[in-house]
């Protein structure tokens, strides 16, 4: 693999995991493009300081068409995406959320933006795809859906991962806790095969 600047696609880039993420990527020279839901705010100075390229763009993982025209756009800009980090689920909930708003959020979200850039991804013959989901909770009072939801997402991307293997794809799940500089590093300067080791947990 030669040593050009990797792509990145990072959901959810203005907070938590996503932005953690992002700027360990910007800080190796990397380049990434980040969605947030409002660009005006999420992103200022954002890059600061940083040696790699940031593209901000305002996407709402809810939304399909919304999604659609994030993904069109990175591709646009730089003719592929190397690493996908589907961090969509990165919103919080009103309090009064409804259980289909929660669902929603939780598995929807992040299966709609897998379900859209994936095929960029297979048309290239590589790249990484990293989700970063919550932890499948045991189902308590108050926390139902959100625990099926996490499951469901889970039960996906290791499906996903089976799938994918034999195309050149890599597949790794993250928990919020996991996603640090060492993943960044790790999925930089990991050849496309995607039995390269790696932080996080190959799914």
Do not use: K
């Amino acid at each position: 693999m030669n040593d050009s600047p990797r792509i990145w696609f990072i959901t959810g880039a203005a907070h938590g995991s996503g932005r953690r993420l992002a700027r360990a990527a910007l800080a190796r020279g990397d380049i990434v493009v980040g969605t947030g839901s409002d660009v005006a705010t999420d992103f200022d100075d954002f890059a600061a300081g940083l040696p790699g390229d940031f593209h901000a763009l305002e996407m709402t993982p809810t939304s399909a068409t919304s999604v659609r025209q994030a993904v069109s756009h990175a591709v646009a800009l730089h003719g592929r995406i190397d690493v996908v980090v589907n961090h969509a689920n990165d919103e919080a909930a009103a309090p009064d959320a409804t259980a289909p708003h929660l669902f929603d959020l939780h598995f929807l979200a992040p299966l709609r933006v897998m379900q859209i850039v994936l095929p960029v991804l297979r048309a290239q013959g590589h790249g990484q795809y990293v989700d970063v989901s919550s932890r499948a909770l045991a189902p308590r009072r108050g926390w139902d859906v959100y625990a099926v939801a996490a499951d469901a997402v889970l039960r996906q991307v290791r499906a996903l991962a089976d799938e994918l293997r034999p195309l050149g794809i890599g597949v790794v799940r993250l928990d919020p806790d996991d996603a640090d500089i060492g993943l960044v590093d790790g999925l930089g300067t990991m050849p496309d095969a995607p039995s390269a080791a790696c932080s996080g947990r190959a799914a």
